[in-house]
C-alpha cells in the first residue's frame, strides 16, 4: 500500500498568515493527489485534485504544488473560516489512502 | 444540484448486518463512479470501496469479503451492504461521488453528509 504522510500533525497559525502542509507520498505517485477540508461535524470538501488544480468555487487563497512523492498545500492569507483539518489522499493505487490530517488551529 | 442523502446507520451488535443507503440527486448514479469513506469517531478518513460507472467493485483489504458495494439504477441510489461487523467498523460512513481527470487520477467531489454505524454490543 502507498503511504501518504502529513506534516505537520497539527499548527497554530493566525488570521492572514501563510500556511503549509506538506504530504510524502511512500512511492512516486505522479500527481494522483488531492487535497480535502474537513470542519468538525461535517463532511470533507474537495479543495485541490490532481496535485494543483483548485475546484470550483474554492478561493484563490488554496493552492496546490508537487508531483512524484513531495506535495504542498498552501494557504496564502489564512481566513477565520480556515480553521480546519485538511488531508491530502492518493489515487494512484488501490487502496486509495489518505494521510492522516492536519489541524489548523489558532 | 448535486445532492447525497446516506440512511441506514445505527447500532448493531457484533457479527451482525447493516445496509447503508445514499440516495442520490441531481446527477446519474449509474453513469458515475460512486465510493464510500468512513471516519471512526476521533480519527482520519478512510476509503472503504468504490463502484465504476462499468461496474467494476474495488475494497479496502480491511473490508473484503464482508462489506458489498452496490447500486440500483431505477432508484439512483447506491448501497453499502455491511456483513460480519466488527467494532472496528464503528464509524461515519460518507458516500461520495468519485469524479475522475483522465488517466486513474479519481477524487471525491461530492459527498454526503454521513451516516454513523456503531458496532457494540
Known amino acids: 500500500d502507498i503511504q501518504v504522510t502529513q506534516s505537520p500533525s497539527s499548527l497554530s497559525a493566525s488570521v492572514a498568515d501563510r500556511v503549509t502542509i506538506t504530504c510524502r507520498a511512500s512511492?512516486?505517485?505522479?500527481?494522483?493527489l488531492n487535497w480535502y477540508q474537513q470542519k468538525p461535524g461535517k463532511a470533507p470538501k474537495l479543495l485541490i485534485y490532481t496535485a494543483s488544480n483548485l475546484q470550483s468555487g474554492v478561493p484563490f487563497r488554496f493552492s496546490g504544488s508537487g508531483s512524484g512523492t513531495d506535495f504542498t498545500l498552501t494557504i496564502s492569507s489564512l481566513q477565520p473560516e480556515d480553521f480546519a483539518t485538511y488531508y491530502c489522499q492518493q489515487s494512484y493505487n488501490f487502496p486509495w489512502t489518505f494521510g492522516q490530517g492536519t489541524k489548523v488551529e489558532i | 444540484e448535486v445532492q447525497l442523502v446516506e440512511s441506514g446507520g445505527g447500532l448493531v451488535q457484533p457479527g451482525g448486518s447493516l445496509r447503508l443507503s445514499c440516495a442520490a440527486s441531481?446527477?446519474?448514479?449509474?453513469?458515475?463512479?460512486m465510493s464510500w469513506v468512513r471516519q471512526a469517531p476521533g480519527k482520519g478518513l478512510e476509503w472503504v470501496s468504490v463502484?465504476?460507472?462499468?461496474?467494476?467493485?474495488y475494497y479496502a483489504d480491511s473490508v473484503k469479503g464482508r462489506l458489498t458495494i452496490s447500486r440500483d439504477n431505477s432508484k439512483n441510489t447506491l448501497y453499502l451492504q455491511m456483513n460480519s461487523l466488527r467494532p472496528e467498523d464503528t464509524a461515519v460512513y460518507y458516500c461520495?461521488?468519485?469524479?475522475?481527470?483522465?488517466?486513474?487520477?479519481?477524487?471525491?467531489?461530492?459527498w454526503g453528509q454521513g451516516s454513523l454505524v456503531t458496532v457494540s454490543s
Open positions: 441531481g446527477f446519474t448514479v449509474s453513469t458515475s463512479y
Open positions: 512511492q512516486s505517485i505522479g500527481n494522483y
Open positions: 461520495a461521488r468519485t469524479s475522475y481527470s483522465g488517466a486513474g487520477r479519481y477524487y471525491f467531489e461530492y
Open positions: 463502484i465504476y460507472s462499468g461496474g467494476s467493485t
